[in-house]
């Protein structure tokens, strides 16, 4: 079988939308508020997967999870000017209840850094108690006054993983900065989305901090999805708060707080990033089902009850070894139909069972990213599925991060920059003077945006110059179309 | 040691709030809006024990778990009007976004009936996908005008797990019902909370359902907390979102369905139902920490250096065992004050290791629940240690049975009932001719609430007469003090 990528790549907005809905992942765009899907059990066993992973992460890493409330006072919200005026036109306002109007407008939370430095205040006094790691995962709203997108978009983001974490020194902070940026890149390894690390220029960096650390990976259509970002926020906050805590030597003084952040987008990323114009590929660690077992119906009853007996025990076999699995005994359905909806689900595996498996006690498995089938004998079962699933995971994580480097380019003009970025080649990088006056030019001249410069692997530029002023170049920046 | 339940059981407000905050289980009342609470790392590892034994339970009964948006527009919550009149006093209202005013009003979700049968009817159109059980752990929000308490009045309540079904038929729903009510019996007794089981009176049911079953315990103060409901929802919601499915008669019709849910008052009977004027006792099941171990100081370094081996031995051979434990070695507190933080975050048992353990090869184990203490054996460490977590766990339950069981009283005279409702006696049970507004007099007269008649183990009431109008009587009728 040939597989065909022109959906996925050249048309995958309309690809992503018609996966998520017709493979029962996320219901967008049919309940009555704009910018807000609904998880559908499939989807949701993703996202709990997810989930999971990053939990075990950060618990392993001495971060606790809390849970802090949705509602923000108006008040409390002001208090960082800058952090509200990066806010401010996309907050959600609570002005009344039940028929009262409120004495005080409440926020729902975009974010949580102002909430949650108001408790810090109460609870942390010294520096005994320092380093301190929360996080939550929780919903935050933003009112996107863009065009909203299913799980890339929205005005309701329901899995925003947020940490807040206070040290005692700005460089205890930037150490923090560095542990948030391998937690990330560990649970992006993991789920096999490759990724670049930028830092964004100041221009772009999140409000209230004093500088933002990014991941970005490429999505289909060679347009950049920012998939992370961890921010070392100085004593922007603690100062306004009137945060102080006694330092080892005795002395009072605010403590240095960092925050970073994931959300509904790495879900997006991990059904977008493997796929072909069936559906996705998922990757098999995260895969709700691992193997989809389909019976190929003979022609008399008899052999079909052999042929449904085996379908279960081999069903029992995986499920004894922990391999989560299905039989589609739909009697309604063809088997062409049922592959039809099993690969638009992106289960990584799928075994079918007819007379001959039966006779030969075999079972033929197919891959779902390579569509490239193999008998397997009844005695071999498990050690062979488990290899196929570690296989797949394997070649989806190295496909997809071959996809990416192919798309990333350094070009030492901005003509040619422009049109390779209106041409959908991805990232574009260009030598750099390091003066943001020249990289706000650059995305003026070339229309698109600037993700900033490579965090950990800097390019050589010796010997070259800035793309705007020609003087001589201290590093790259990287642009981009961007989500 | 003598045992008091002085602040437990006559200020339990007051002894709630300490506990809550001193044990860092929970910040409420210091975040500045009303009604809502901080779930600190020690108590979310608690909630999220309880999430997972519900979860587990649910999943297991074919229940699927999704997500549903926080907002409802208005004309969706104002669809059903028993409904709506039922909620509209206390739900918040989004009227803004960014500095614009909002074309139509969002609320908070109070509960989901309405954005859920929206959804279904565009999912469900045939008895063949049926029955169909959806649940989500959500928050939901009350603009509660009553006074509010951590826990268990909130204004968000952020661990409300809400279940909905449908059905072809009332009696498949009713028998959804049974279902609920099944899973509900489960899941409190795993988790040891006694509980009595009442049909809510018609004018105290769901606003929207035929009917309500609900889940009542009552608490150290002797007043009643429901703690989990079950509706009988009818057509009420399908008729009013013109949500029709083809029965397998052919003919098309309005589901029935149902919906069930329980809260973070579930959390609150947990830590209240097992205590003393040290503090809670945790029910091992849920413990965070099921044993803390205390090394008690000698008086030179050398014989310390030992202890403190001997209790990293101790705490690595229960982690082997997956029993969660903690070696408090903070060098500033005394063994007493230890003792004293620890009881109060209820941890089950504690070790006490000195000089004496290390020589003789032993550890000292006292229960929380009892303060008996007793001398293990290394080499029997685990399994008396095993061996007395399921003890507390059972002599919790049993406890808490028995203290629940003696505040029920059946009485014949509505003065009598008054009386013992006002003396803070818990549950008073009365004979009743079956009439609502009898009643609702008996309300009336006793100044209490009526909590509704027994589901499940109705009293003999022949020979005896209603209490209010005398009349011969059908069956009893509970009141209460309710929170």
Redesign the interface.
């Known amino acids: 079988m040939k597989i065909t990528r022109e959906k996925w790549e050249k048309n995958f907005s309309e690809w992503f939308d018609w996966v998520l809905r017709e493979g029962e992942f996320y219901?967008y765009g049919?309940?009555?508020?704009k910018g807000?899907?609904?998880?559908?059990?499939y989807g949701?066993?993703i996202?709990?997967a997810v989930t999971e992973i990053i939990r075990n992460l950060l618990d392993s890493t001495g971060h606790?999870?809390?849970?802090?409330?949705?509602?923000?006072?108006e008040d409390?919200l002001r208090k960082e000017s800058e952090h509200i005026r990066g806010f401010?036109?996309?907050?959600?306002?609570?002005?009344?209840?039940?028929?009262?109007n409120l004495d005080v407008?409440?926020a729902?939370r975009p974010t949580s850094e102002t909430?949650i430095t108001?408790?810090e205040s109460?609870?942390i006094s010294s520096y005994k108690q320092l380093p301190k790691k929360?996080y939550q995962i929780v919903?935050v709203?933003r009112?996107e006054?863009k065009a909203t997108r299913p799980m890339i978009r929205l005005r309701?983001l329901?899995t925003f993983k947020e940490a807040h974490t206070v040290h005692e020194s700005y460089d205890d902070a930037e150490r923090q900065v560095k542990e948030a940026i391998d937690i990330y890149k560990k649970f992006f390894d993991e789920l096999g989305i490759p990724y670049i690390i930028s830092k964004r220029p100041d221009w772009d960096k999140f409000a209230g901090a004093i500088y933002t650390i990014a991941f970005d990976t490429i999505m289909p259509d060679s347009r950049v999805l920012q998939i992370g970002t961890v921010h070392h926020l100085g004593q922007h906050f603690s100062k306004v708060f009137d945060f102080k805590i006694q330092k080892k030597d005795g002395s009072l003084d605010y403590p240095h707080q960092t925050s970073y952040g994931i959300s509904d987008r790495v879900i997006a990323a991990l059904i977008a990033l493997n796929g072909d114009d069936h559906g996705p590929v998922l990757n098999p660690k995260i895969a709700p089902i691992k193997v989809v077992i389909i019976p190929i119906p003979a022609k008399d009853e008899e052999t079909n009850k052999k042929i449904m007996d085996y379908c279960d025990n081999i069903s029992a076999e995986l499920n004894k070894n922990s391999i989560s699995n299905i039989v589609d005994k739909d009697p309604d359905r063809t088997p062409g139909e049922k592959y039809y909806i099993w690969e638009l689900k992106g289960v990584p595996l799928r075994i079918e069972i007819g007379q001959r498996e039966v006779n030969n006690n075999t079972v033929f498995v197919k891959r779902r990213d390579t569509f490239q089938g193999a008998a397997i004998q009844r005695t071999e079962l498990v050690p062979k599925i488990l290899d196929l699933l570690s296989q797949v995971a394997e070649d989806l994580r190295d496909n997809a991060r071959e996809f990416m480097q192919a798309k990333i380019k350094l070009v030492e003009d901005v003509e040619q920059a422009k049109a390779m970025l209106e041409n959908r080649s991805g990232v574009v990088e260009v030598p750099w003077c390091g003066d943001n006056n020249c990289g706000l030019k650059l995305e003026e001249l070339t229309n698109s945006r600037v993700l900033g410069s490579p965090y950990d692997s800097p390019k050589d530029v010796s010997n070259k110059v800035c793309v705007v002023c020609k003087k001589p170049a201290k590093d790259t920046l990287r642009l981009a179309k961007t989500y």
């Open positions: 219901d049919r309940y009555p508020v807000v899907g609904i998880w559908l059990p949701f066993k996202r709990r606790e999870e809390v849970l802090f409330p949705l509602l923000i006072p409390l401010e036109g996309e907050v959600y306002w609570v002005t009344r209840g039940g028929s009262e407008m409440l729902l909430s108001f408790m109460l609870w929360y919903s709203f009112y006054t309701e329901t």
